[in-house]
Nanobody
Framework: QVRLVESGGGLVQAGGSLRLSCAAFGQTFSSCAMGWIRKAPEKEREFVAGISMSGGKTVYADSVRGRFTISRDNAKNMGYLQMDSLKTEDTAEYYC???????????????????WGQGTQVTVSS
């Protein structure tokens, strides 16, 4: 079992940066793939980024590739999402997600993830 707690959301102007953190509680985080999804009002949830359990493999949505960077520190049981060049369309609730993994892979399907955090709001103003 893994419990995920996000932090770092807030209000930022377009063009600015934010760093989201995900603290994982449990003994299996290092054997989990993890990722981030987001949900904006009246929009479908969107997979943002994923990272394999070793951190060696990453994947990004086209909408954030080149602007966002996912990373993790297994020694600290932490995951991160560095968000640069933020746009108003990045405004959403961001959720940290994780899934037990047998191999060092990542997945872009939110339904594959069985651990979810409570979310942190990111608001980008124009």
């Amino acid at each position: 079992q893994v419990r995920l707690v996000e932090s770092g959301g807030g209000l930022v102007q377009a063009g600015g940066s934010l760093r989201l953190s995900c603290a994982a509680f449990g003994q299996t985080f290092s054997s989990c793939a993890m990722g981030w999804i987001r949900k904006a009002p009246e929009k479908e949830r969107e997979f943002v980024a994923g990272i394999s359990m070793s951190g060696g493999k990453t994947v990004y949505a086209d909408s954030v590739r080149g602007r966002f960077t996912i990373s993790r520190d297994n020694a600290k049981n932490m995951g991160y999402l560095q968000m640069d060049s933020l746009k108003t369309e990045d405004t959403a609730e961001y959720y940290c997600i994780a899934v037990d993994a047998d191999y060092d892979v990542t997945t872009t399907d939110p339904d594959d993830y069985n651990y979810w955090g409570q979310g942190t709001q990111v608001t980008v103003s124009s």
